[in-house]
């Protein structure tokens, strides 16, 4: 397989797997062609790269750079805004992750910690504590291992996850 093929399939395979992240395609296809280029990228080169227009381009780089996964630079002598991805991927791994979090977890932990008042006097309001109650539960040791594992150094997880391969 040649580089540009390579490249393009790569591209179109981490479009597919961001929206699994919560992003949307275009978002995860720029993050992607930002990944395997050596150098920065401006809008324009990405507009061309990816075929999308300046306004989803705009949209998905600030997104991305809100993710913690792009950030700009500047080349000395250019007029235009240049962008990297983060390419250290743990680094990524945890900006996913806090995003998801955030965008998951958090308002689900808020949501059952405002129904915990619900009074349990009846069968139904007392199946429907429970099932509050197992999801508190659930979510709170959810928050509390991504909170380690977000607190971890990339090559402690490293070591485990080469070890469980082994």
Same mark, same amino acid.
């Given at each position: 397989m040649e580089i540009e093929s390579g490249k393009l399939k790569f591209i179109e395979e981490w479009g597919k797997l961001g929206t699994q992240w919560g992003i949307n395609r275009t978002m995860a296809q720029i993050h992607a062609l930002l990944l395997v280029c050596p150098e920065p990228l401006c809008a324009e080169d990405i507009m061309e790269e990816l075929d999308i227009s300046r306004g989803n381009a705009n949209m998905n780089i600030r997104a991305l750079i809100d993710w913690g996964l792009l950030y700009k630079e500047h080349i000395k002598g250019k007029r235009k805004e240049y962008f990297r991805a983060e390419k250290d991927m743990f680094i990524v791994f945890k900006q996913i992750i806090l995003q998801r979090r955030k965008k998951e977890l %958090?308002? !689900? !932990?808020?949501?059952?910690?405002? =129904?915990?008042?619900? @009074?349990? %006097?009846?069968?139904?309001?007392?199946?429907?504590?429970?099932? =509050?109650? %197992?999801? @508190?539960?659930?979510?709170?040791?959810? %928050?509390?291992?991504?909170?380690? !594992? =977000?607190?971890?150094?990339?090559?402690?997880?490293?070591?485990?996850?080469?070890?469980?391969? @082994?």
């Open positions: %958090d308002p !689900l !932990l808020k949501m059952v910690n405002e =129904l915990s008042h619900v @009074r349990s %006097d009846c069968n139904q309001s007392e199946e429907f504590c429970n099932v =509050l109650q %197992d999801i @508190r539960t659930f979510s709170v040791k959810a %928050d509390t291992a991504l909170t380690t !594992l =977000l607190e971890t150094e990339s090559n402690w997880i490293s070591n485990i996850f080469f070890k469980m391969i @082994r």
